[in-house]
């Protein structure tokens, strides 16, 4: 994989990797940026949600988990001093549903962590990765 990060102006940049996708990032006001768009660390725990997202809806698609909607919300606090890294990363699943298993659900994010998503593989070796399920049943509808 390659990548090209050009800059526009301030703190301003505009990165493209292989897929042709521009994805713009900006530095806060108060660093000097005009905070137009993502910072590049927010950047590192959005893919890492999409990266293990993408595995996990793939895999409960295939074993037919009856989910009606997905979503994850990724936590990563960081150091108070530069470098500012995360010191651990929380994710949490949200599947919602009707009937849905629990072991269905931590199956797909097990083999999403343990297997395909490259993401984690690389962050994992250097920041703790922990992982919550909440399933909320979808109620009757009328």
Same mark, same amino acid.
């Given at each position: 994989?390659?990548?090209?990060?050009?800059?526009?102006?301030?703190?301003?940049?505009?990165?493209?990797?292989?897929?042709?996708?521009?994805?713009?990032?900006?530095?806060?006001?108060?660093?000097?940026?005009?905070?137009?768009?993502?910072?590049?660390?927010?950047?590192?725990?959005?893919?890492?949600?999409?990266?293990?997202?993408?595995?996990?809806?793939?895999?409960?698609?295939?074993?037919?988990?009856?989910?009606?909607?997905?979503?994850?919300?990724?936590?990563?606090?960081?150091? @108070?001093?530069?470098?500012?890294?995360?010191?651990?990363?929380?994710?949490?699943?949200?599947?919602?549903?009707?009937?849905?298993?629990?072991?269905?659900?931590?199956?797909?994010?097990?083999?999403?962590?343990?297997?395909?998503?490259?993401?984690?593989?690389?962050?994992?070796?250097?920041?703790?990765? @922990?992982?919550?399920? @909440?399933?909320?049943?979808?109620?009757? @509808?009328?």
């Amino acid at each position: 994989m390659k990548a090209n990060v050009q800059f526009v102006k301030d703190l301003s940049f505009v990165g493209k990797a292989s897929s042709g996708h521009l994805v713009p990032m900006d530095g806060a006001v108060e660093v000097g940026g005009a905070n137009l768009a993502s910072r590049p660390i927010e950047l590192l725990l959005i893919g890492l949600g999409g990266c293990t997202g993408m595995d996990v809806v793939s895999i409960m698609k295939k074993k037919r988990v009856p989910f009606t909607d997905f979503w994850m919300e990724l936590e990563a606090p960081q150091n @108070e001093d530069h470098p500012k890294v995360f010191t651990s990363i929380t994710i949490t699943y949200h599947v919602v549903g009707r009937g849905i298993k629990e072991a269905d659900v931590a199956r797909a994010i097990e083999l999403s962590i343990e297997k395909y998503c490259s993401a984690n593989a690389m962050l994992r070796k250097a920041v703790p990765i @922990e992982t919550k399920i @909440e399933i909320h049943e979808k109620g009757q @509808e009328n």
